[in-house]
């Protein structure tokens, strides 16, 4: 493989010349946190002495951010005496659990359990380049590094033996103050979206009940069934389900699964299946433009087809609508949450079809539902043109991540 003048091959792949390859263990001494035992003992927790850090809790914390500033908890002073009191700026490693590998910069003081390691007497490096890089290798420490046939997991020899780039000091803190800014923007991009959504629920809530009126309307509103207001079929499913003869790749016809609908948003415009001429004939078409909701499973949720599908015997259609699809679909969004209370319970949670026809309904004029649901969907078209960019934002990050951790481009 030629290298490029300038560069050099390493056991990390190709850096600059002047950088050096060093160990974690090279930066400091690798300790595990630890766990009072026994468990929920109220001697050692629940207590107020110092917070406790899990590696569960580390779930909570957001991508962006690189501190971890609070805890789920508090041990006793007796608990502390049984964990591992870290100090504020520790450099962490979660060595298992579902964040195995993520690393974070503590911003208190805490005791942390036998699922967080540390660097303690951190002699060497910047902390927060440290943390970008072992970030951006998490996905090779879980498939690669990590041992253990149930739940892998990372032991202090492991870590310590985890091998970094090693540039200058000061072209590490360039590189990590870099990414640091990018991740700035990001935590007030996810700050701003939360805040849009929290604006939009709360306009739902007041908009859909009539407690607040778009100017230029008035008038009484009317109390009405869903089955008043549109003929509610479900779907079918041909039988037996997983037969290849019911799919074609090549067809134009979507078969719609739950997943098609959970990571879309109003309008669903691809399914992964497809249904063959026969399958179709075995199911229940639906046109474009037709509302449907998921009644099993992941129940209550709308979902208005901008492609000819099929729906399974897990969907409903309303036909007929003498509504606007579109109001209708923020009403049904809305209720989402509310419709696990009424379902009906087994294997999983499921609607029937004399359930949806009784659910009421209070709706404006016409005229009033278009302006409602047009005032809902513009905040839905902010919130996704923000979504867009952090999205676009975090590929940029990790782009640079790739560029800035590997020497390809020089801040210094």
Known sequence: ????????????????????????????????????????DPRFFHGSFIPWLTVAALTNISDNL????????????????????????????????????????????????????????????????????INSIT???????????????????????????????PEQRAIATALSDVDALLTKLDQLIA?????????????????????GFEGEWEVKRLGDVARIQRGASPRPIDSPIWFDDNSSIGW??????????????????????????HSRPVANGNLIMSICATVGRPIITLINVCIHDGFVVFDNLLT?????????????????RHGQTGSQMNLNTPLINNMQVILPSIPEQIAIATVLFDM???????ESRRDKT???????????????????
């Open 1 to 40: 493989m030629d290298v490029r003048p300038g560069y050099k091959q390493t056991e990390v792949g190709v850096i600059p010349e002047e950088w050096e390859v060093k160990c974690l263990g090279d930066l400091g001494a690798v300790v595990r946190g630890g766990s009072p035992r026994p468990a929920g």
């Open 66 to 133: 690189l501190r971890v500033t609070e805890t789920v908890g508090f041990l006793t002073e007796e608990g502390s005496k049984r964990s591992r009191t870290l100090a504020s700026e520790t450099l962490i490693v979660a060595n298992s659990g579902a964040t195995l590998g993520v690393a974070k910069l503590l911003g208190i003081t805490c005791c942390a359990n036998d699922g967080i390691a540390a660097i303690i007497n951190h002699r060497l490096g910047d902390k927060e380049f440290i943390c970008h890089y």
């Open 139 to 169: 996905k090779h420490l879980r498939d690669v590094v990590a041992t253990g046939n149930g739940q892998p997991n990372l032991n202090t020899t492991l870590i310590g033996a985890i091998q970094i780039p090693f540039p200058p000091l």
């Open 195 to 215: 805040k849009k959504r929290d604006h939009k629920q709360a306009a739902m809530q007041q908009l859909l009940t009539g407690q607040t009126r778009l100017p």
């Open 256 to 281: 719609v699964r739950i997943s098609d609908v959970t990571r879309s948003g109003m309008f669903l415009t691809e399914t992964v299946q497809r249904l063959s001429f026969l399958g179709v004939q």
């Open 324 to 340: 606007d699809k579109h109001y209708l679909y923020y009403v049904l969004k809305w209720f989402e949450p509310d419709w696990s």
């Open 380 to 386: 839905d078209a902010e919130i996704t043109a923000l």
């Open 394 to 412: 975090r590929a940029l990050k990790q782009g640079m991540m790739q560029e800035l951790l590997t020497g390809r481009i020089r801040l210094i």
